[in-house]
């Protein structure tokens, strides 16, 4: 029987951290380079935010896998089930093996409903709902815009959510939506946010708050869900103060996530990492195994996991690769993360920032952090171009 495939470089996960570095890998001049991904479906999920605000649809955000592989990419249609770092060798489901002499393991995380007792039971019916996952998002919207008295509750967990500012998107394009057909007065808003900060970034962090105030939220930082109890609609959550209960009539929530269940089992995580890919933050390789690299939502990189992220660690990736092999100075990844949250349906503002909450602006004219119609309209519509026709196609620097 013929022995495990190899390649130059295994990327595993098909999304937006594996397609962007095997195309950028290939741009670069890898001639050996595979992806290992069983979804046949490719979404970009950040507009799944605008999915769950009435702005957007799923099929705006989705594309057959097979028309974003790179070309010259090598596409195993199949799932990883364990890694053998030692081996440098990977197991599919289908029972075949791959080797590699070196190794990008960026699948993603999942959404965690076991760390909130109820939470899943109570996203089966109509009353609460999540941007996070495809089948949910159109119902957020659905539920919200339907709502014209009550208690309105939105959850934002701060464990290893993606993004997790962008939960925010659906609460502001609510709250405006409410406004606009003169019911907000009849729905009292409850903002529950698990961190200190709406957002990591200071002056981003005050315009959001000046917003909610406007639509009279009631905001609560260091506040996180313990439980759900669909039947009562209530939330058992804890705060500063103790715990109290939250009842509600609409709920949406910023799930926490976690990495994929074999990677626990690879040897890759550690105590320190959550369950998540132990990588050296800076550099992006991994602590212990050298010829595996770690990027995306399930790679413990000590910033907020974003989409927006990943053009910073993708080069880095592509490069440490190769500087690896000949010994060159590697690069280093600064935390940079990105959060766009929308403060009504026609204005956003953009935080950006490196891990350490210092302001890391793309461009300092105009200002970012003041929310505009400009800001809206690019992260709604020219965002997604940009991902579909430079991002995939590995045009990063």
């Known amino acids: 029987m013929a022995g495990p495939r190899h390649h130059d470089v295994l990327v595993v996960g098909g999304g937006n951290a594996g397609i962007s570095l095997a195309a950028k890998l290939r741009r670069d001049g890898c001639r050996d380079v595979a992806v290992v991904e069983p979804k046949q479906v490719h ?45 440098s060798l990977v197991r599919l489901a289908s029972g075949k093996e791959l080797t590699y002499t070196d190794l990008a393991v960026c699948p993603g995380s999942r959404v965690d409903w076991d760390a909130i007792p109820g939470a899943e039971e109570a996203m089966g019916t109509p009353a609460a709902s999540t941007s996070y996952l495809p089948e949910l998002a159109p119902g957020t919207w659905t539920r919200l815009s339907s709502l014209v008295a009550g208690t309105a509750v939105f959850a934002i967990s701060d464990r290893h959510v993606p993004c997790a500012p962008v939960g925010l998107k659906p609460l502001f394009t609510a709250a405006d939506h409410w406004r606009r057909t003169g019911v907000l007065d009849a729905i009292t808003i409850e903002l529950l946010v698990a961190g200190d900060r709406l957002v990591d970034l200071p002056r981003a962090d005050d315009e959001l708050r000046a917003a909610a105030e406007s639509y009279g939220v009631h905001v609560r930082t260091g ?11 209530s939330l058992r959550v804890r705060t500063p103060d103790g715990p109290t209960e939250v009842r509600y009539d609409a709920l949406y929530l910023a799930p926490p996530h976690r990495a994929p269940d074999w990677l626990a089992s690879s040897g890759l995580t550690s105590p320190a990492s959550d369950g998540f890919l132990a990588v050296d933050p800076w550099t992006l390789q991994h602590r212990d195994h050298p010829t595996v690299w770690g990027l995306g939502d399930a790679a413990s990189v000590d910033a907020l996991p974003s989409g927006g992220a990943l053009r910073k660690q993708v080069p880095v990736v592509a490069h ?38 210092r302001p890391e602006p793309t461009t300092p004219v105009p200002d970012l952090v003041r929310p505009r119609r400009s800001l809206l309209l690019f992260d709604r519509y020219v965002e997604p171009q940009v991902y579909w026709h430079r991002l995939l196609k590995g045009k990063v620097s």
């Open 43 to 87: 979404e970009y999920r950040p507009l799944l935010s605008y999915v769950a605000s009435g702005m957007a649809t799923l099929d705006d955000l989705r594309r057959p896998q097979s028309e974003v592989i790179p070309r010259g990419v090598r596409w195993h249609s199949d799932a990883v089930v364990g890694i053998e770092p030692e081996r």
């Open 223 to 233: 506040t996180s869900v313990e439980s759900i109890d669909a039947s009562t609609r």
């Open 320 to 357: 440490n690769i190769a500087a690896r092999r000949t010994g060159a100075t590697m690069r280093r990844y600064d935390g940079y993360s990105i959060g766009p949250v929308t403060t009504s349906r026609r204005r956003l503002l953009l935080a950006e920032f490196d891990r350490d909450g």
